[in-house]
């Protein structure tokens, strides 16, 4: 992410409010500006998921950059969050999911048998879409994970680094010893982020991390995804086209189809940058999506 991106994106005189009602290409072509083909992190091949025989994604083949900010984006059901979670092995958590393909970090299969989940899911981290703080004061909140995983060094530091990592430290450095859920929900959002960065992992999942907060606090979010796209990899799933055309730097449109079984399932149906997604995409599905014919 370069300072000009910034400029572009954050000193551009516009009001949060208008920020979230800004023109959808303006800001995909600010986005783009900021785009750089990096390094693959996460390369899937032929990833389908399935939960029990039931196989909701199927054959789903794309690569995220390093240092970038991918958006995923489709109808409800289209299988958004079980990509999502296919990522980092969150799925491995409900009975009868099953990933079959190849997912890859950094050229490694994650769902290779002498991989441990839970290294997987320190090194790419995750953040809900209901903000959920542990019931325990603030400091606690972000120094478990820490603890934990035995992470050595000065907790103290560590807590105030990874609070002011994700922009929560000035507002809470007075009161750490309070609940977290005495916080606003964008507070709370944010402690998660500051919960899941503490552990230093190289990606941020996000599964609608905004659609629970208003507006300023979503404008505050995507202020803060921008500063970390330098540290991190970010994937967002996002039910908010504007936010897909703002934040991201590529974007996967999903959708939800029906095969000759008559039986549901989600596929990937296009995944370029954010500004050719939203303003000359190739296939007329995305188009009709993008526009609100569908969805
Ligand atoms: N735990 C589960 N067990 C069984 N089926 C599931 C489970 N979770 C999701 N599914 C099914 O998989 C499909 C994809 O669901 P998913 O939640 O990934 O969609 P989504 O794109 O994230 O939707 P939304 O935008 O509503 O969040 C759906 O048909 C859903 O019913
Ligand atoms: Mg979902």
């Given at each position: 992410m ?15 409010a ?12 600010a ?12 390369d ?11 196989e ?9 950059a ?16 079980t990509?999502?979670?296919s ?12 990933v ?5 970090f950094h050229g ?6 002498e991989?441990?989940?839970?290294q ?7 953040v ?5 703080p542990f ?12 603890k ?14 990874a609070?002011r ?9 007075d009161k ?7 916080l606003?929900?964008g507070?709370?959002?944010r402690?998660c ?12 999942l996000?599964?609608?991390p ?7 606090a ?11 796209a ?9 039910h ?11 974007t996967?449109f ?27 995409p ?10 609100g014919?569908f969805?």
């Open positions: 370069t300072q000009s991106t910034d400029k572009v994106l954050s000193s551009d005189g516009l009001t949060f208008d920020r979230l009602t800004v023109n959808v290409t303006e800001t995909a072509t986005a783009h500006r900021a785009s750089v083909a990096g390094p693959v992190v996460l899937l091949a032929n990833v389908s998921v399935f939960y029990g025989s039931y909701a994604v199927r054959q789903t083949t794309m690569s995220i390093r240092n970038q900010i991918t958006a995923m984006i489709g109808p409800s059901g289209c299988g958004k969050s990509i999502l979670r990522l980092n092995r969150m799925n491995d958590l409900i009975p009868g999911a099953r079959a393909g190849r997912i890859s490694t299969d994650i769902y290779a048998p991989v441990d989940p839970i997987v899911r320190r090194r790419i981290g995750m809900f879409q209901k903000p959920n019931p325990k004061s603030i400091y606690e909140n972000v120094a478990y994970g820490l934990i995983n035995k992470i050595k060094g000065n907790m103290d530091d560590m807590v105030e680094q609070l990592g994700a922009a929560l430290w000035d507002e809470v450095k750490l010893k309070m609940s977290a859920l005495a606003s929900g507070q709370q959002q402690l982020i500051a919960r899941t960065i503490a552990v230093k992992p190289e990606v941020i996000m599964d609608e905004c659609s629970a907060l208003d507006p300023i979503t404008a505050k979010i995507e202020d803060l995804m921008y500063e970390l330098a540290d991190y990899t970010i994937v967002i799933v996002t908010n086209m504007q936010q897909a055309a703002r934040v991201s730097h590529r996967a999903f959708s939800a189809e029906v095969d000759e079984n008559g039986v549901r399932y989600g596929r990937l149906v296009e995944y370029d940058e954010t500004q050719k997604i939203f303003t000359n190739r296939e007329k599905r995305t188009e009709d999506y993008i526009t014919r969805g």
